[in-house]
């Protein structure tokens, strides 16, 4: 059962451009939401990420938006760029235990 | 400071035979996840060690399970390989307390034939 359901699977976006990656999730009892950057042959990597009790939080380029009441998170970066072009993935811990979206492979063309 | 490592980086193994995966954490790191990662089913949550006692399983069975030592460092073994057990296995070490970051090491690349 799929409790994080991430969308698109999929994104191409122009270099310049804002890639929007979304979120939902199921169960209440998340408590911690990161985003996680993966190139191919590496491990995931941490991105950014944010507690329940915060709307929104920015780093850089990166911005999670957080919607507690729609049960939502979103990922934008600003300005992509081909060296972004990788696999996003959302999820949400509870427990220590982090439940993982599908993931989305993002391309930026230059 | 030392990333998580994870070895051997790549492994090639007969159905029905046993593996053994190694994990070492971020120095300070007490918490040990291991995590499997596929095309079709993405990325799932095994286990997690927290001072060599395992405190989550997700959703595997029995063949799968782990260990972690004194040092924190951690060990995954999966007993009678399927092919279906082909994957990415992933380590990811975080500190004592909940909801801290996690950190991922390069994974362990698995293919049984």
């Known amino acids: 059962q799929q409790q994080v359901k991430q969308s698109p699977q999929s994104l191409i976006v122009q270099k310049g451009g804002i890639s929007i990656i979304n979120c939902a999730y199921e169960n209440t009892a998340f408590d911690y939401f990161p985003w996680y950057q993966q190139f191919p042959g590496k491990g995931p990597a941490l991105l950014i990420a944010i507690r329940p009790d915060v709307s929104e939080k920015k780093e850089g380029r990166f911005t999670i938006s957080f919607n507690k009441s729609a049960k939502q998170f979103s990922l934008h970066i600003m300005d992509s760029q081909p060296g972004d072009s990788a696999t996003y993935f959302c999820a949400a811990n509870a427990g220590n235990m982090l439940t993982f979206g599908g993931g989305t492979r993002l391309m930026v063309k230059p | 400071k030392a990333g998580v490592t994870q070895t051997p980086r790549y492994l090639i193994k007969t159905r029905g035979q046993q593996v053994t995966l190694s994990c070492s954490p971020i120095?300070?790191?007490?918490?040990v996840s291991w995590y499997q990662q596929t095309p079709g089913q993405g990325l799932q949550f095994l286990f997690e060690?927290?001072?060599?006692?395992?405190?989550n399983k997700g959703n595997f069975p029995g063949r799968f399970s782990g260990r972690q030592f004194s040092n924190s460092r951690s060990e995954m073994n999966v007993s009678t390989l399927e092919l279906g057990d082909s994957a990415l296995y992933l380590c990811a070490s975080s500190l004592w307390n909940k909801n801290t970051e996690a950190f991922f090491g390069q994974g362990t690349r698995l293919t049984v034939v």
């Open positions: 060690y927290f001072s060599e006692t395992q405190r």
């Open positions: 120095s300070g790191h007490r918490s």
